[in-house]
């Protein structure tokens, strides 16, 4: 496996993980790559909870303004570039 397949396949893992992690604290099944977190109901008491389970998972911390104006595939892309 290539260092861009292993980046590749671990993108993909932050992101469903990160989509797990969404669809429990907002309690809403339908949330996929494409889904912005305000959309669905998020909300900024419910962003820094979101932030905090990402942190304890991966050790990387999203911004807020990033949870809030990015699509989940899109903060999965970000994270995984910084991590």
Known sequence: ???????????????????????????????????????????SLVAPVLANRIEAEFGVRPQLEDIFTRSFGELAELLSASS
Do not use: S
């Open 1 to 43: 496996m290539t260092m861009n397949q292993t980046m590749r396949v671990d993108q993909v893992v932050l992101q469903e993980r990160i989509l797990e992690q969404a669809r429990t604290i907002l309690k809403c099944e339908d949330i996929g790559p494409q889904t912005y977190f305000l959309e669905v109901g998020g909300d």
